[in-house]
């Protein structure tokens, strides 16, 4: 096997040696035991000795005393760069060299987790950016994005190793939000690579929401665009998932009808009202929504439109709720404090709550004591909680009087017209299957820029090699003019030379036969000029992660 010249069997190993000492390395070492554990990496072995095979895995052999591994450490001066390099390509690190990093969602959303575990993980928008540095700070993590809302909490990642990845976030996501791992994964769902692509697709389209076609999803697929960018860890790979990603909801929603009569969360919520209210009673019962912002706003327009022409509305600021009033022409629209909430819930007989408060607005000690709703609606007081974290704790039920509903309990609404929208679902896969194979294609094409920057490298070693040479036999006395001149030369030669083979590793991945003759290409040249470069691919993901964990 032919070794690249910028790279070394010692090389590798100090940079493994300062990336499992790092604090933040643990799972990797059970791959590479590093320092006295470089016995592996050291000496060659026949084969596989000195290795230990442990549940499906390859792990070293852990040194018994300090003074046994004294006797073990590498002389570097007499192991082999060949040989440490052939005990690496034979050992579990090889998975890393050879495989392409995945696409991994991990994720829980209403179809596989109650709203009792989804509130618990969801991370507020502003916190993005820090769970994606989190995350990427992770060992088998390069790339990363969250994508969280009322309806789901999902995670996509651009792994090293699909198994240590999946057990690095599901770990992170347990500590950050109290959940033992063995609950997340009762519930969670994990996807990779197309079947990943696909999942995102099919969100960002509305075909995996609990209301079919919804457009609120496609706006916070854009909203994780907008907040990843410029962060460390929103990536190629993921940041060019979610752009797709958009495209294909748009995409959807323009060919196909799926969004006729398509009913948001808030429109659901609404719906839902008027089901357990008596029909009498739509045109007179008070309303209450507290939270002006998007969903609040949608559940008052909502509101309006079935009839609704006086209602309360508690915000933070009475800003918003005077933009609404003002778009709002010809209803009554009643601004009052949060410090009021009591007072208003006291007077109303539907309460509607849309806020980011992490906590519970209502408790039942805040509840047990108002009066009951108005007789007209059966003196039981609505609480339709559609945030999450919920704003009305689980506990206000058992208070009597009063009934809460959660996004959980939207299905009721969503089960109509079942037939219809699942047909109209059809054309949309149809879609997302042909953009699936595009973006497929596009990642596939990202295959070429390693061979690409190697054989530019590669041409530019040999330029100023034999430019030096060149300007040694001509002399110390030659002019600056005349050394910029040869320079120049040697530059413009390399440069018509690397034109035709740069030229056909270049591919947008948008036509499947050139992509195909791009890959073939990018094959032969890594063959022609001895390219191949796995383990030093390997050593720039493990370089990486070394600077990663010092910053």
Sequence with gaps: MAVSSTFSGANL???????????????????????????????????RKGMVQRSGGVKCEVAQSDAALEGER????????????????????????????????????????????????????????????????LNHIEEAAVLSTCNRMEIYVVALSQHRGVKEVTEWMSKTSGIPVSEICEHRFLLYNKDATKHLFEVSAGL?????????????????????????????????????AITVGKRVRTETNIAAGAVSVSSAAVELALMKLPESSHATARMLVIGAGKMGKLVIK??????CTKMVVVNRSEEKVAAIREEMKGVEIIYRHLTDILACAAEADVVFTSTASETPLFLKEHVKD?????????????????????????????????QVYNVDDLKEVVAANK??????????????????KQFEAWRDSLETVPTIKKLRAYAERIRVAELEKCLSKMGEDISKKTRRAVDDLSRGI??????GPMQHLRCDGSDIRTLNETLENMHALNRMFDLESDISLFEQKIRAKVEQSQK
Excluded at 14 to 31: E, F, G, N, P, T
Excluded at 226 to 233: D, L, M, P, S, T
Excluded at 421 to 436: F, G, N, P, V, Y
Aim: glycine residues 8%.
């Design 74 to 137: 590498i002389d570097s001066s007499k192991a082999s760069a060949l040989s440490a390099l052939q005990q690496l390509k034979t050992s579990a690190a090889d998975r890393y060299t050879k495989e392409r990093s995945s696409i991994v969602v991990i994720g829980l959303s209403v179809h596989t987790a109650p709203v009792e575990m989804r509130e618990k993980l969801a991370i507020p928008e502003a916190e993005w950016p820090r769970a994606i540095g989190e995350l990427c700070g």
């Design 302 to 307: 909502h509101l309006v439109a079935k009839g």
């Design 494 to 499: 390399v440069n018509k030379l690397l034109h």
């Design 13 to 47: 190993e100090s940079l493994l040696v300062k990336y499992c000492s790092s604090s933040s390395a643990s799972s990797l070492r059970a791959h590479f035991p590093c320092q006295r554990q470089m016995k592996a990496f050291s000496k060659p072995n026949g084969g």
């Design 208 to 244: 995996d929401s609990l209301v079919l076609g919804e457009g609120q999803i496609l706006a916070q697929v854009k909203q994780v665009v907008k907040v990843g960018q410029g962060v460390v860890g929103f990536g190629r790979n993921i940041s060019g998932l979610f752009k797709h």
């Design 370 to 402: 108002l009066p009951p709703a108005s007789s007209e609606v059966g003196g039981l007081r609505l609480f339709i909680d559609i945030s999450v974290p919920r704003n009305v704790g689980s506990c206000v039920t058992d208070v009597d009087g009063a």
């Design 419 to 436: 037939e219809d929208r699942l047909r109209r679902a059809m054309e949309a896969h149809a879609i997302i299957t042909d953009e699936s």
